[in-house]
């Protein structure tokens, strides 16, 4: 398996860096974080409609570039250098990723084009008060009726869903448990019943909310309906985001080591700088082994999803556990050898503290993953 990016995908991540350093710096970042969407809807235009990355892994058929995974992953990279506020996360990773793992060829035809665009903006509903993110954690519930389907059901943590337009809602069938009676169901960001509420975060650069069913009714074709049960069609598309998701970890590890070392260079303490002393010396090497095997996992993960291996479920669980340690490892490293001033206002490395914070627990743990790696693995 070749971890190297071809020349087309370097110039992809090299042009996306240079457009994400003009629009989305440090104090840009802060200028967001004060809005009520918490992302920039003209950048958020550009990134659609000039410059088309929520396409990017979709297929030509319906819109998409028809590139892979692993272009998504150096996209993902990038963004999480910057702690990028955007829906690109949500919409491409999250709810691209379920409908494409889980609906049939007609409901992709209907759902995907408007995602390619960037004028639909996705995301997937799954947590709720257990915080769980698998099948089994999922309690809301649907029942059938005249009309389609009758969804009732409380979801926490949806990434953007104070503003998307659609939700991939997983739900379960009433008097089911476990496994059983899952599915997952295209539902309309204005449907009747439901309501949503931004939640307070600690990571101000990524919104969440509760969202709140009460008797929503859609459609029969909302029910997504492809070729694998809900419940596997869940874990699949729960797969892909977590190696989305380790991807942007890295991006955002990497920075923290970068940062870490100019300021090294340049602090003076007892008349030498800092750099110079052994301890710090020792820690940013550290660093560095964290973040190179972070990527690796990444990168192989990425592989594994574009060639659609059987292997996904462990290569997914292992890039996210590895890749939440070392940014959590690199922003806590990192904000120490800033010292008192890492966490004002006015340098940059606090928003990363709290966005490895966050993304630490978002679509499971490390602990969480490493355990599902072991028992995949039949320890």
């Known amino acids: 398996m070749n971890f190297a990016f071809t020349e087309e995908q370097l110039e992809l991540r090299e042009m996306a860096r240079a457009f994400l350093a003009e629009v989305s710096s440090g104090d840009q970042v802060r200028a967001v974080m004060d809005t009520e969407l918490g992302y920039d809807p003209g950048v958020w235009k550009r990134v659609g409609a000039e410059l088309g990355w929520p396409s990017v892994h979709i297929p030509e058929a319906y819109g998409g570039l028809g590139l892979s995974s692993v272009e998504l992953i150096a996209l993902l990279e990038t963004m999480g250098e910057v702690v990028l506020p955007s829906p690109f996360f949500a919409s491409v990773a999250l709810g691209a990723n379920a409908i494409l793992v889980a609906a049939s060829e007609s409901q992709k035809q209907a759902l995907l084009p408007g995602i390619a665009e960037g004028q639909t903006i996705a995301t997937l509903a799954v947590a709720e008060a257990s915080g769980r993110w698998d099948a089994e954690g999922v309690a809301a519930s649907f029942r059938s009726d005249a009309d389609g389907f009758v969804l009732d059901g409380v979801k926490r943590h949806v990434v953007d869903g104070h503003c998307a337009d659609l939700l991939v809602v997983a739900a379960r069938e009433a008097g089911t448990a476990g496994r059983d009676g899952i599915a997952l169901f295209a539902v309309p960001g204005d449907a009747a019943g439901l309501s949503r509420r931004a939640l307070p975060t600690m990571d101000q650069t990524r919104r969440l909310a509760e969202i709140t069913l009460e008797s929503v009714t859609v459609p029969a074709?909302?029910?997504?309906?492809?070729?694998?049960?809900?419940?596997?069609?869940?874990?699949?598309?729960?797969?892909?985001?977590?190696?989305?998701?380790?991807?942007?970890?890295?991006?955002?590890?990497?920075?923290?080591?970068?940062?870490?070392?100019?300021?090294?260079?340049?602090?003076?303490?007892?008349?030498?700088?800092?750099?110079?002393?052994?301890?710090?010396?020792?820690?940013?090497?550290?660093?560095?082994?964290?973040?190179?095997?972070?990527?690796?996992?990444?990168?192989?993960?990425?592989?594994?999803?574009?060639?659609?291996?059987?292997?996904?479920?462990?290569?997914?669980?292992?890039?996210?556990a590895v890749a939440s340690d070392a940014y959590d490892r690199c922003a806590g490293d990192a904000l120490q050898i800033f010292g008192g001033v890492g966490f004002t206002w006015e340098y940059d490395i606090h928003l990363y503290f709290k966005r490895a914070r966050s993304t630490h627990t978002l679509l499971g743990d490390a602990a969480c993953h490493r355990e599902r790696v072991a028992r995949r693995i039949g320890l």
């Open 221 to 320: 074709d909302a029910r997504l309906a492809g070729s694998e049960a809900g419940a596997d069609a869940l874990d699949r598309a729960l797969q892909h985001a977590a190696v989305a998701l380790a991807a942007e970890q890295v991006g955002g590890a990497q920075r923290c080591l970068d940062m870490a070392v100019a300021y090294a260079k340049e602090r003076v303490q007892f008349g030498r700088l800092i750099g110079s002393f052994q301890a710090l010396k020792h820690k940013m090497a550290d660093m560095m082994i964290a973040v190179e095997s972070a990527r690796s996992a990444v990168y192989y993960a990425a592989c594994v999803a574009a060639d659609g291996g059987e292997t996904l479920p462990e290569a997914a669980s292992m890039a996210k």
